[in-house]
Structures are given as structure tokens and as C-alpha cells.
Antibody
Framework: EEQLVESGGGLIQPGGSLRLSCAAS????????MTWVRQAPGKGLEWVSV???????VYADSVMGRFTFSRDNSKNTVYLQMNSLRAEDTAVYYC????????????WGQGTRVTVSS | EIVLTQSPATLSLSPGERATLSCRAS???????LAWYQQKPGQAPRLLIY???KGAAGIPARFSGSGSGTDFTLTIRRLEPDDFAVYYC?????????FGGGTTVEIK
């Protein structure tokens, strides 16, 4: 059975850093597109970043230059390194599994909450 | 960036009624790469429809999608109590995927 488990969220001060992890099982993260999506409290879904099979990454303008999406194939895990965090980054962060060639979000993790506050 | 506009923002219906949700794109969605997701409070979204009209695995037949180009529709044929939730459309035709603002289907 396919599963995604996020971890690493928490309370962090503005300007700080966090690294989110998303451990996958039942499929290989190196063979499909993986995506991070976030949801601020009471708001809708916002795409954050995608990593393609070849390792290329694309970012939303709101996080470009501050967030880095990476992958460890040996651990079947993807990561989101978040630096220079701002209050507006406060959200539940979801990782989601795409397909071989699209960012259709076939399966989602349960999410991890990030709160940026002093 | 393709902007997706969902309407209405809120739909108040009774169980057994038909729900029709709209998603309009600011430009044509190539290959009809348009999906619909359902989200309940405290839960992650769940894929319902992909490629505009194909049902995802395990999704009841009362959920159907239609449309092409810039206008798409999600129809829930006969609402069941479990269907009251928020629904989002998403396009995955470009490298910068986007979501609509969501439609809340609430019990009347």
C-alpha cells in the first residue's frame, strides 16, 4: 500500500529554518514527480514546489530562493528545506505523489504543521 | 500562470440533491489536465477526478467531471451526507500547477 508520512513541522521564529521530510512507501520517489503543497489556516491550497524524475525543481514565486526541494533515493524520502521563514509561511505542508509525467496529485500525506511566530 | 476561478464559493444543498461546481481557467488547459479534489476538515485532500472526466480509483460513480479548454464542471449526482466538504480544482498542464479557491458544499 502506498503511503506518505511527513514530519519536521513545528513552531519557529521569523527568519529561522526548518527541514520537512516526507517518507514514502509502496512506490519509488525517484520514478515519479513529487510535490509540496501548503494550506494556511482557513485558506485554500497553494502549490509550493515540484521535483521531477531527473531531479530538476520548480518553485512558486513566494518561496523561490528560500526553499529547497531535495530527494534521497536511498531512503525513499523527499525534503523541503525552508530558510528565512516568514509569518506568511505558516501553514500545513503536504507532500503529494504525482505520476511518471505529470503533477496530478494522486496521493497525499497527512500533512505537517509549520507555525512561524515570535 | 493559469488562474482557476471556482464558483460558487458556497453551495447549500440537501442530501439527495444534485451539486454542480464550476471551475474556469484564465487560459486553455492543455490536454485537459484538470483535476478535482475533495477535502474534509482536518484531512488531506483526496483525488476525485483527473484528466477532466476520469474517475480516480475507488471514487463513487455519483461523482463525474466534464468540460474542456477553459470551462470545467464537477457534478455530484445525489449528495450523500459524506459528500459535504470543500472541493478544489487543479490544473497540472504547466510546470507551475495551480488550484482554484475552492467550493464549500454545505448542508442546507
Amino acid at each position: 500500500e502506498e503511503q506518505l508520512v511527513e514530519s519536521g513541522g513545528g513552531l519557529i521564529q521569523p527568519g529561522g529554518s526548518l527541514r520537512l521530510s516526507c517518507a514514502a512507501s509502496g512506490f519509488s520517489v525517484s520514478e515519479i514527480y513529487m510535490t509540496w503543497v501548503r494550506q494556511a489556516p482557513g485558506k485554500g491550497l497553494e502549490w509550493v514546489s515540484v521535483i521531477y524524475r531527473g531531479g530538476e525543481t520548480v518553485y512558486a514565486d513566494s518561496v523561490m530562493g528560500r526553499f529547497t526541494f531535495s530527494r534521497d533515493n536511498s531512503k525513499n524520502t523527499v525534503y523541503l528545506q525552508m530558510n528565512s521563514l516568514r509569518a506568511e509561511d505558516t501553514a500545513v505542508y503536504y507532500c503529494a505523489r504525482g505520476t511518471v509525467g505529470t503533477t496530478l496529485l494522486v496521493r497525499w500525506g497527512q500533512g505537517t504543521r509549520v507555525t512561524v511566530s515570535s | 500562470e493559469i488562474v482557476l476561478t471556482q464558483s460558487p464559493a458556497t453551495l447549500s444543498l440537501s442530501p439527495g440533491e444534485r451539486a454542480t461546481l464550476s471551475c474556469r481557467a484564465s487560459q486553455s488547459v492543455s490536454s485537459n489536465y484538470l483535476a478535482w479534489y475533495q477535502q474534509k476538515p482536518g484531512q488531506a485532500p483526496r483525488l476525485l477526478i483527473y484528466d477532466a472526466s476520469k474517475g480516480a480509483a475507488g471514487i463513487p460513480a455519483r461523482f463525474s467531471g466534464s468540460g474542456s479548454g477553459t470551462d470545467f464542471t464537477l457534478t455530484i449526482r445525489r449528495l450523500e451526507p459524506d459528500d459535504f466538504a470543500v472541493y478544489y480544482c487543479q490544473q497540472y498542464s504547466t510546470s507551475t500547477l495551480t488550484f482554484g479557491g475552492g467550493t464549500t458544499v454545505e448542508i442546507k
